[in-house]
């Protein structure tokens, strides 16, 4: 029986089964998509952090290794790295060298030999070529001995090497962040690099001062590592909990041990946790109103299709029925479509969600089904079984000739519910939106995110109840003119309960579509902006730190007179980014209504410091003569002298001289050996106190300089005198300073502004960082703006000469980029390599901005966008549906009237003009609702993972995008009307009105 009846109805039964089924879907893939934008969270932190940051590295002296990294692993980890290593000193003991002997795991995959081979055998090594050991050479370390044949003398065992490895990166996961060689080789290191071996060396060797046991494990001196890091291609966004879970046994294990867990995973695991957390709530609210939303979907279908039964139920009920029968007679049809609804609806929210995460998400990115997404289809299919079982309750208990009335009464409708959810509604808004949920200090909130469904909800309301009241006010004009269709039309919107219940759900839905799009459109349009000031330029392309001048200078040869900009970004609070200034105007982001209607031309033109001449030398040794006090009694004064070197970052200090009694003297000492083939530039001279005796006063002395020379070829010549000038006193320029243990004082050349210009953004009088990171010096603001290229915080922008020439050196953890245009990266990356620079990665503005989509707020909001409009399609459907069904049931009410004498042209108005009225009303409701709950919550709702400081956001909601939605739903309106009018119309003929009710 129930069977025939679907069948019989096939066509209100499958479209019922559809709408049912996509409402089910929206629901279900808000928990997938959320389960894949959360595993999309933790690896994008994995990946940005270092490389020490993704794992632990687990180091003991009591062995067990393999035990004790177990409890590290789990199943998103790789499978543990293990090694070993000892530090000793040289054999001979008069060389002052360190060593450090290693072997990990896979290492000969890892190195490469420039010459030789990877050792195979006990006592076979490999070096590294800065270490300056040849193939075949031997070295013996003093901690590691071993007996003599036929004795049972201990001596240190000979190593052999067998292979020399070239420079290794630290950025190689494999070594976990260990840098093997030293940068450049620098000359008077006593720290040799690594030398590997293998663990045939240990079980054949012993440590000096340990007993030689059997158990190579138990021998000391030898210290076990295991490197365990976390999988980025497997690990998921549930595994969280587990990560942190391992970082706490970590943690227990390098407080209750003596073992040492190293490792930067806390860093890794806030920035996962932070970005989750704001992804969590914001989905968790857009899918709390999907499945309201689909409540009110299939609270009004199904109660369709049981209506659509009254007929039938009645004459269940004349029959004799009783009434568990009847019920279970008129629920049967609903409770059956339902059923079928609920898998057919998950299948094809995974398949949805699949999709979306296929075109939105990263590569790689796995669409699992949770659990909460079953919940949340069941929980959506609760709107459908609250309407099948309130429908029926009303079928069962109405009067029998009520049902088989050919022309349906109107019927008043309760005010009371709209009045209840109006003030709910109207309440929640201002908790929302003025209220104590909004607590951040930012005035941020994720729980804003549910302003767009109550304000939808509540104007739908009010739309619904206005409507009726606005048709029977224009009764009296459609007497008088218009015509039979509008008079018509009219009194059916106006007594129509159809009209009310899809005015709601359209006004919902397109109310949150509305919204959605609004949103995406200016969080989009933010994403772009902080993107374009946040990466400097459209291109950024960074590269391995070298000197300041050498990096502008390969930049220039690079692209001659081009766009390209070398910046140096130095880290704060405040930020510093030093740049060229003439070159920057041409390529960086800048918003002049941002600087008080600068320019950013302007301003860069006023960038540029004083071009001094630098005290440049170049030669073997540095002699300075100076007049001075006499050194107080019981101290040493020691005089110096900084340099910076060209091919290095840090400046170089040499000690001059101990400061003589009679008052004056030359002071020399040898150059720094880059300083015979480049020239070298003075950054400084000053003096330290050092105490002779325990009794000594405070001591406070003067220096003048009077004399620089320089010995190059073995003849001295003497280097022009610059202008001075002295930290902590601005006025004197005579090469005078004073020496004292409180405000030491510095003389240096005069070759730089004391308060350079600079693009200041939120500074103030605070001192900036400094290409050295000394926080020494202040600046003088020739624009202040609230955004700037390159600043993400407060910062500043200056002149990278003025930068350089007031540093002493660069800090290590300064950022060298080139800033370009995106077109003819490639070109520029090859010519940069060209110069000597070591390119390693460049960043387009583009890929700043899908980061921030990826982020949990903007993942969030996607769900929302592709939900929402899923959700508006499917209400404007659903509405054509209900419209078609109640004109259906009025056929005998059209073909009375058409044998009465109207024409099928004035029927076919009020029929297209009733379905118009009703979905135009419900879609301009929707768009009043959308539009007003963009203009409370957009400035509201959190659109980045940590609050953004520069650049200032508008939230500017495009127009466009927000009319063709609306234009959209519209025309969708006017053709799906012009179909079911057509089809209602053939349907009428004058023979039904012989005919009885079933």
């Known amino acids: 029986m129930t069977l025939r009846g679907l069948w019989e109805r096939r066509t209100l039964s499958l479209v019922v089964l559809l709408i049912a089924?996509?409402?089910?879907?929206?629901?279900?893939?808000?928990?997938?998509?959320?389960?894949?934008?959360?595993?999309?969270?933790?690896?994008?932190?994995?990946?940005?952090?270092?490389?020490?940051?993704?794992?632990?590295?687990?180091t003991t002296r009591t062995g067990g290794i393999q035990a004790k990294a177990a409890a590290l692993t789990a199943s998103f980890t790789a499978a543990p790295v293990y090694g070993m290593e000892i530090s000793s000193g040289d054999a001979d003991l008069s060389r002052e060298l360190s060593y450090t002997l290693v072997w990990q795991d896979g290492q000969c995959e890892r190195l490469r030999p420039v010459e030789g081979r990877c050792p195979r055998a006990a006592g076979e090594v490999m070096a590294s070529r800065a270490s300056g050991m040849a193939v075949g050479s031997e070295v013996r370390l003093a901690a590691l001995v071993r007996r003599e044949p036929g004795t049972t003398e201990l001596r240190p065992a000979?190593?052999?090497?067998?292979?020399?490895?070239?420079?290794?990166?630290?950025?190689?996961?494999?070594?976990?962040?260990?840098?093997?060689?030293?940068?450049?080789?620098?000359?008077?290191s006593s720290r040799i690099d690594p030398l590997f071996t293998v663990p045939q060396t240990r079980e054949e060797t012993a440590v000096a001062g340990a007993a030689l046991t059997a158990d190579p494990a138990q021998r000391g001196g030898w210290t076990d590592y295991a490197i365990v890091t976390v999988d980025a291609g497997r690990v998921l966004g549930s595994d969280l909990g587990a990560l942190t879970a391992l970082q706490a046994a970590a943690d227990t294990a390098g407080r209750e041990t003596g073992d040492i867990v190293y490792s930067r995973m806390p860093v890794t695991l806030r920035a996962m946790t932070t970005s989750s957390e704001t992804l969590g709530v914001p989905t968790l609210l857009v899918s709390a109103q999907l499945v309201g939303l689909a409540w009110l979907?299939?609270?009004?279908?199904?109660?369709?299709?049981?209506?659509?039964?009254?007929?039938?139920?009645?004459?269940?009920?004349?029959?004799?029925?009783?009434?568990?029968?009847?019920?279970?007679?008129?629920?049967?049809?609903?409770?059956?479509?339902?059923?079928?609804?609920?898998?057919?609806?998950?299948?094809?929210?995974?398949?949805?969600?699949?999709?979306?995460?296929?075109?939105?998400?990263?590569?790689?990115?796995?669409?699992?089904?949770p659990a909460q997404a079953a919940y949340a289809g069941l929980a959506a299919t609760a709107g459908g079984l609250m309407a099948a079982v309130v429908s029926a309750w009303r079928v069962a208990t109405r009067p029998v000739t009520e049902e088989w009335r050919r022309t349906p009464r109107r019927s008043a409708r309760g005010w009371v519910p709209d009045a209840v959810v109006l003030v709910v509604t109207a309440l929640g808004l201002v908790e929302l939106l003025a209220g104590g949920v909004i607590s951040d200090t930012t005035g941020q909130s994720s729980s804003a995110l549910?302003?767009?469904?109550?304000?939808?909800?509540?104007?739908?309301?009010?739309?619904?109840?206005?409507?009726?009241?606005?048709?029977?006010?224009?009764?009296?004009?459609?007497?008088?003119?218009?015509?039979?269709?509008?008079?018509?039309?009219?009194?059916?919107?106006?007594?129509?309960?159809?009209?009310?219940?899809?005015?709601?759900?359209?006004?919902?839905?397109?109310?949150?579509?509305?919204?959605?799009?609004?949103?995406?459109?200016?969080?989009?349009?933010?994403?772009?902006?902080?993107?374009?000031?946040?990466?400097?330029?459209?291109?950024?392309?960074?590269?391995?730190?070298v000197g300041p001048r050498a990096f502008a200078d390969a930049v220039e040869a690079a692209d001659p007179g081009g766009t390209a900009a070398p910046v140096i970004k130095v880290p704060g609070p405040p930020q510093l980014i030093a740049t060229d200034p003439e070159r920057l105007a041409r390529v960086a982001a800048w918003d002049p209504e941002l600087a008080g209607g600068m320019r950013l031309a302007e301003a860069a033109a006023a960038l540029p410091g004083p071009g001094t001449p630098r005290v440049m030398v170049s030669g073997d040794r540095f002699r300075l003569t100076a007049r001075h006090d006499v050194p107080p009694e019981g101290w040493q004064v020691r005089l110096f002298a900084t340099f910076r070197i060209p091919d290095r970052l840090k400046p170089a200090a040499i000690p001059?001289?101990?400061?003589?009694?009679?008052?004056?003297?030359?002071?020399?000492?040898?150059?720094?050996?880059?300083?015979?083939d480049a020239p070298c530039e003075l950054r400084r001279v000053h003096?330290?106190?050092?105490?002779?005796?325990?009794?000594?006063?405070?001591?406070?002395?003067?220096?003048?300089?009077?004399?620089?020379?320089?010995?190059?070829?073995?003849?001295?010549?003497?280097?022009?005198?610059?202008?001075?000038?002295?930290?902590?006193?601005?006025?004197?320029?005579?090469?005078?300073?004073?020496?004292?243990?409180?405000?030491?004082?510095?003389?240096?050349?005069?070759?730089?502004?004391?308060?350079?210009?600079?693009v200041v953004v939120g500074v103030g009088a605070k001192l900036v960082p400094g290409l050295d990171?000394?926080?020494?010096?202040?600046?003088?603001?020739?624009?202040?703006?609230?955004?700037?290229?390159?600043?993400?915080?407060?910062g500043v922008v200056m002149d990278l000469e003025q930068a350089d020439r007031i540093a002493y050196g660069v800090h290590e953890q300064a950022v060298y980029q080139v800033w370009t245009r995106a077109a003819g990266v490639p070109a520029l990356e090859r010519a940069l390599r060209e110069q000597g620079l070591t390119v390693v990665s460049t960043r387009y503005e583009s890929e700043v901005a899908a980061a921030f989509v990826r982020q949990g707020p903007g993942l969030a909001l996607v769900l929302l966008l592709i939900s929402a409009l899923a959700a508006a399609s499917l209400a404007l459907g659903r509405t054509v549906l209900a419209l078609h069904t109640a004109a259906k049931r009025r056929g005998y009410e059209l073909a009375a009237l058409e044998a009465s004498g109207a024409k099928v042209a004035a029927l076919r108005v009020a029929l297209l003009l009733e379905q118009l009225i009703t979905a135009a009303a419900g879609t301009l409701a929707g768009l009043v609702a959308g539009l007003l709950a963009a203009g409370a919550a957009l400035g509201r709702i959190p659109q980045f993972a940590e609050p953004l400081v520069t650049p200032p956001l508008a939230h500017d909601v495009a127009a466009a995008p927000v009319a063709l939605l609306t234009g959209a739903g519209l025309l969708a309106a006017l053709l799906c009307a012009v179909a079911v009018s057509e089809a209602l119309l053939r349907g009428i003929r004058v023979e039904r009105l012989r005919d009885t009710p079933a």
């Not at 008129?330 to 979306?356: C, I, K, Q, S, T």
């Not at 990171?773 to 407060?794: C, D, E, K, N, Q």
């Open 450 to 545: 549910a302003v767009p469904g109550l304000m939808a909800l509540g104007v739908a309301l009010l739309a619904a109840r206005g409507l009726p009241v606005l048709a029977r006010r224009l009764f009296g004009l459609t007497r008088r003119r218009g015509g039979l269709g509008p008079f018509l039309a009219l009194r059916q919107v106006a007594r129509g309960p159809v009209t009310t219940g899809s005015v709601i759900v359209l006004g919902t839905a397109f109310g949150l579509a509305t919204f959605a799009v609004s949103a995406w459109t200016a969080t989009s349009a933010d994403y772009r902006r902080a993107a374009a000031f946040h990466n400097g330029a459209p291109a950024a392309i960074t590269v391995q730190p």
């Open 158 to 188: 000979p190593l052999k090497v067998v292979g020399v490895y070239g420079h290794e990166s630290a950025g190689d996961p494999f070594w976990f962040g260990r840098t093997l060689t030293t940068p450049g080789g620098e000359s008077g």
């Open 21 to 58: 089924v996509v409402p089910i879907a929206c629901a279900a893939v808000g928990p997938i998509y959320t389960a894949a934008a959360a595993t999309t969270v933790v690896r994008d932190a994995l990946l940005a952090a270092p490389v020490d940051g993704r794992g632990w590295r687990y």
């Open 773 to 794: 990171h000394a926080f020494a010096t202040g600046v003088r603001a020739v624009a202040t703006a609230s955004a700037a290229p390159g600043l993400t915080g407060p």
């Open 297 to 369: 979907l299939l609270f009004q279908t199904v109660g369709d299709l049981v209506r659509a039964r009254g007929a039938e139920i009645a004459l269940a009920r004349l029959r004799g029925h009783g009434r568990a029968r009847v019920w279970r007679f008129a629920l049967a049809e609903p409770l059956l479509l339902l059923a079928l609804a609920v898998p057919l609806g998950l299948a094809a929210g995974l398949l949805a969600a699949r999709a979306m995460v296929e075109a939105l998400l990263p590569p790689g990115i796995p669409a699992v089904f």
């Open 656 to 676: 001059l001289g101990v400061l003589r009694p009679g008052g004056r003297g030359s002071y020399a000492w040898n150059l720094p050996l880059s300083c015979r």
């Open 687 to 758: 003096a330290e106190f050092t105490p002779l005796d325990e009794q000594a006063t405070i001591p406070r002395m003067e220096v003048v300089v009077t004399r620089l020379e320089l010995r190059d070829e073995g003849r001295w010549q003497r280097v022009p005198t610059p202008r001075w000038r002295v930290d902590g006193d601005p006025g004197r320029d005579d090469g005078g300073f004073v020496v004292s243990l409180q405000n030491n004082q510095t003389l240096r050349p005069a070759t730089y502004d004391p308060r350079p210009a600079a």
